[in-house]
Nanobody
């Protein structure tokens, strides 16, 4: 079992930056060292979409085309923490951002592949 808690959302003007954090509580290091953690977002009236993911074992990352070059996902393996640094934010980035964790799998930007979810944190970008 893995518990996931996000923090760091807020409001910012277009062109600004925010950094989200997510801590995973894992039952053992054997589980934690190979988990995949991802960031997802859901805007009102839209489906949840993958933003970025990271594989703890090797640091491999994936990004949605809409955020590549503006968002950076990183990890602190010792703390089972992932970060999402968001720069050059746009109004269309406004959404509830969720962190999720799962054992290793393919298709890491697909929300249906993740088992453990946080409660979400609101990010609002004003024009």
């Amino acid at each position: 079992q893995v518990q996931v808690v996000e923090s760091g959302g807020g409001s910012v003007q277009a062109g600004g930056s925010l950094k989200l954090s997510c801590v995973a509580s894992v039952a053992s290091d054997d589980i934690g060292k190979s988990i995949v953690m991802g960031w997802f977002r859901q805007a009102p009236g839209k489906e949840r979409e993958g933003v970025a993911s990271i594989y703890f074992l090797n640091g491999g990352t994936d990004y949605a085309d809409s955020v590549r070059g503006r968002f950076t996902i990183s990890q602190d393996r010792a703390k089972y923490t992932v970060y999402l640094e968001m720069r050059s934010l746009k109004p269309e980035d406004t959404a509830v951002y969720y962190c999720a964790a799962s054992p290793p799998m393919a298709d890491r930007l697909n929300p249906s592949r993740y088992r453990f979810w946080g409660q979400g944190t609101q990010v609002t970008v004003s024009s």
